[in-house]
């Protein structure tokens, strides 16, 4: 707690002209609450920034069916902003088209579970390509770096498999990931715009690596985002 903060509370508390008939407890409370409430904002913006979610807008209130989109199953997205998938260590995919709002849903619930969880956010190529080429030049921070990324209470991976992936050191971290987190019950969340099926097309030359990847990418939720089509 600050003390300085709850000096300058104080203070400003008993110079006020009701002080002498405030209740002790509520005095306290008036004390510690502020600087509690800081110290707890200052900690969510920390996870805020360490997820790279920090300044994002999304909210979990705007992902709801509307005109442009319909998540499926119905209430989906009211289950998931409970977070109490995360206490759970259960696995969400979400699908969709580009455009259709994967990113913002996965950013929506990353944010709001800043609130009480460490959060890692991420696009899956540029990691795996940032991992590869640190396991190369430093190993000891490649491992450091693997631990942050595994321990995290919820990993947000997204643009899943845009690409294809040919190189097999980037097949085998991202497997390396996917296990390391499903022994530790930690949630991981994916965002892809391809359907599972085509999933073991996009990881080239290592099909039980592939088939291992989309088990574990797919064990829990399936979230389906579809476009509103109009005419």
Known sequence: MGLPGMSATLDEMYRSPGFPELDPLMAIAGLVE???????????????????????????????????????????????STLDFIDSGLNVCI?????????????AIGIAACNAYRVEYHHCESLLETLVALKEQDYSKYQKRLKKVCGAALLILDDFLLHTITDEREVKILFEILEQ??????????????EPASWSAMILNDEVSANAILKRATKHYIVVIKPVTTG
């Open 34 to 80: 502020p600087e509690y409430e800081k110290k707890r904002n200052k900690r969510i913006q920390s996870r805020l920034r360490s997820a790279h979610l920090r300044g994002c807008p999304q909210e979990l209130a705007s992902c709801v069916d509307s005109g442009q989109r319909t998540y499926l199953p119905r209430g989906i997205t009211e289950t998931l």
């Open 95 to 107: 699908l969709g088209p580009s455009d259709s709002g994967k990113s913002y849903l996965a950013k």
């Open 181 to 194: 987190r499903c022994e530790m019950n930690l949630s991981t969340m994916i965002c892809s715009q391809r």
